[in-house]
């Protein structure tokens, strides 16, 4: 027995619901790239105080230390060099237009432009190498969050991922840029900015007391001004946001059926509805265009009538004799370097980190409602009954619509039972409560009369083989697929598995089991052989097929039952299939009728197939006719000497161990009694016109 792996059982799960025609991801919000507002984005709030998000995107930094502390150091030396610059132009200023003025320290004008070149190199230096180290950690941090998000995501339940996969794929993508971003940028810039701006205040208040009040006076109807963009921002975006994504909901859908779209020559039709969503995100991005104009140039006016106000009143000290020109030019640089410094500011992107880092830590402090790890490991070698017992079951998306009532049922050690019922009678929902997609809402599940919420998920995972009916093969070779979720198996388990499963197709491939996937294209009864590969190479203890052999012609169908015939014979291996052909649901010992979410029959084959009144016979009738013929012919011959003639036929050929070629002039003789009917019924057909 290999030892038992991270469960892959929920993995391949989530990888069936996470294609091209899933739900489009949420875009991510316009908002939540504009300065300052990203905390008000959409979907960004958990109602939690924006202090914690930020606390723990500092967190994030932890690691980092050493570098940023380096880079803190290089900023401190770049910024004393920047802000050197308003007061060295002043004196240099006041030396060219007053006699009585000397360059400190008596150095001559040559002297001091080589002293201020060699100030500003070592100040260049430093800016890079701050740059440079800031961007690295950043980078790290978004790394390093991508990993744990993407951990965090596969440790949730399913139901949880579905309801939202688009949003965990933004958030490994967008999101985590968004505070890598953040984090790199506010750390780098933001402190600059914060350096420049304070410092740059106080050299003012220095030069000026008078002028920095003056410049600060204005500050607050320039706020007041952003607080009403925002505002209106905010509604925007969250328009733009819905038009983006029903933007990219309608070009997933068209890409994902692009055949049916090519065939029904509906290119045009998908073309306009796209360019009439496309036309949609365009006006609203017109309406942004012109807010963010409007504020964008009030603010730039402001700024400049701010200059204006503080050269004329400056203007005034300065005839008055009051400040030196020397001086008046270092506070109208200073004044530039703090309205930068502030602008900066707030286009660091400390808001939108938080929003995006909320959305963020929203799946990294989630506790799975089926956690990982909890309980007691489940030995590999443990066999035992299965028991549902009086299970009630609903989806959480859809509360009150009860798909299972009292339903129990018990599977012995070895034992096989099909269950059949009506589409959406609830079949594979009883798989997806055996593999624990979910719990129960009432009622319990046994194995070997534990409560199989007491094992770990994935020891319990572990014991369970599962084909469903459409397998899911990832990118990699066909033996790594086989041994999806045991990267250590040998290469003699692999091929004895694939053997097993009736894969005899991968020894006619030229690279055999190191095929890669990508090149080939496999029938869906290789899958479905690779996918029983897979299941019997971890040596299942209870193996829940569903529906294996519902899309295959008569030779396909044949092989795979063949595969699963070799499970059977197996006398520890429960079996628990979902089955609609009689090919299959005849090879169980046991069928389990199910019907409004409760088991309504019960018995062996030909138990059912006897009874006159049976739901089953009815099944089978319907199934009859919709599979073995075209729709709306009626059933050729009578019900129950169909049924039974056909399971004759088969345990005949178990029994004498079918060659080949037998095994191929049976498929013949099948094949022609149904076109001999279809024959008759056409023939019929055309006498009754
Ligand atoms: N993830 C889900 N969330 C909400 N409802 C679901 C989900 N999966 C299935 N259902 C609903 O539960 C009911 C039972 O579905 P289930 O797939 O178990 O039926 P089924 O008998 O296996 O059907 P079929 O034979 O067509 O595969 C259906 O009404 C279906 O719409």
New binding site residues.
């Given amino acids: 027995m290999l030892a038992p792996r991270p469960s892959y059982v929920a993995i391949i799960r989530f990888a069936t619901h996470c294609r091209p025609s899933a739900r489009p991801h949420a875009p991510p919000s316009v908002l939540s790239r504009i300065p300052l507002l990203g905390r008000f984005a959409p979907g960004t709030g958990n109602g939690k105080p924006p202090s914690a998000s930020l606390r723990k995107i500092v967190a994030l930094a932890g690691p980092e230390k050493r570098s940023l502390l380096l880079a803190v150091g290089l900023l401190l030396i770049s910024s004393t060099v920047s802000l050197s610059i308003p007061f060295t132009v002043g004196k240099l200023i006041d030396f060219f237009t007053a006699t009585d003025s000397v360059i400190p320290y008596g150095l001559s004008i040559y002297q001091a432009s080589g002293v201020l070149f060699l100030v500003f190199t070592i100040g260049g230096v430093a800016n890079a190498g701050r740059a440079f180290l800031m961007r690295m950690s950043g980078q790290r941090i978004v790394a390093r969050l991508r990993q744990r998000t993407f951990a965090a995501t596969l440790r949730q339940e399913v139901?949880y991922v579905?309801r939202s996969e688009g949003d965990a794929l933004s958030r490994l993508s967008v999101d985590s840029s968004i505070v890598g971003e953040s984090v790199t940028q506010n750390l780098s810039d933001g402190l600059r900015s914060v350096v420049m701006s304070f410092a740059g205040f106080g050299a003012m208040f220095y030069v000026s007391p008078h002028l920095t009040l003056l410049m600060l006076a204005l500050v607050p109807p320039i706020s007041l001004g952003a607080v009403f963009y925002g505002r209106y921002l905010k509604k925007l975006s969250t328009r733009t946001q819905e038009a983006v994504g029903e933007m990219t909901k309608v070009a997933q859908e068209a890409l994902a059926a692009l055949r049916t779209v090519q065939v029904y020559n509906a290119a045009p039709y998908e073309e306009n509805k796209f360019s009439d969503r496309v036309r949609k995100v365009l006006e609203l991005a017109r309406r942004e265009a012109i807010a963010s104009g409007i504020f964008f140039g009030s603010t730039g006016w402001s700024g400049n009538v701010t200059l204006l106000a503080l050269l004329g009143y400056g203007g005034s000290l300065v005839s008055r004799g009051y400040i030196s020109v020397g001086d008046l030019t270092s506070l109208l640089m200073y004044s530039v370097y703090v309205g930068s410094g502030l602008q900066m500011l707030t286009c660091s992107s400390i808001m939108r980190g938080m929003g995006a880092g909320e959305r963020i830590f929203e799946v990294l402090d989630r506790r799975p409602v089926i956690p990982p790890g909890v309980g007691i490991p489940l030995s590999p070698t443990r066999v035992g009954r299965v028991r549902f017992e009086n299970v009630a079951f609903e989806?959480p998306?859809?509360p009150g619509a009860e798909?299972l009532t009292d339903f129990t049922l018990d599977v012995g050690v070895g034992q096989s039972v099909a269950i059949v019922?009506k589409?959406?009678?609830?079949?594979?929902?009883i798989h997806a409560l055996l593999l624990r997609y979910y719990d129960p809402l009432r009622g319990r599940i046994f194995f070997d009369g534990q409560d199989i919420r007491d094992f770990t998920p994935e020891s319990w995972r572990a014991a369970i083989g599962v084909v469903p009916q459409d397998p899911v093969l990832f990118t990699g070779t066909i033996a790594s697929n086989i041994a999806y979720g045991y990267p250590d198996a040998s290469r003699e388990a692999i091929e004895a598995a694939a053997k097993e499963a009736n894969c005899e197709f991968v020894w006619g491939l030229p690279q055999g089991f190191d095929t890669p996937i990508g090149r080939l294209s496999l029938s869906g009864g290789q899958r479905q052989r690779l996918a029983i590969a897979r299941a019997l190479l971890r040596k299942p203890k209870i193996l829940a097929l569903d529906?294996a052999t519902s899309a295959l012609d008569a030779a396909s169908e044949r092989r795979v039952n063949d595969a699963i015939d070799n499970i059977l014979s197996s006398s520890e291996t429960t079996c628990l299939f979902?089955a609609h052909r009689l090919s299959t649901i005849a090879r169980a010992e046991w069928i389990v009728v199910l019907e409004d979410g409760r088991v309504s029959e019960m018995g062996t084959y030909s138990q059912l197939v006897h009874r006159r009144d049976s739901r089953f016979r009815e099944l089978m009738a319907e199934q009859l006719a919709a599979a073995e013929l075209q729709p709306s012919v009626p059933v050729p011959v009578d019900v129950e000497e169909e049924v039974v003639e056909q399971k004759e036929e088969e345990t005949e050929g178990e029994s004498e161990g079918e060659s080949d070629a037998a095994v191929q002039e049976k498929e013949e003789r099948d094949r022609e009694k149904v076109e001999k009917e279809r024959a008759e019924w056409l023939a019929k057909q055309g006498k009754a016109r």
């Fill in positions: 139901e579905e989806y998306s859809r798909i019922g589409s959406g009678s609830g079949k594979s929902s529906e979902v």
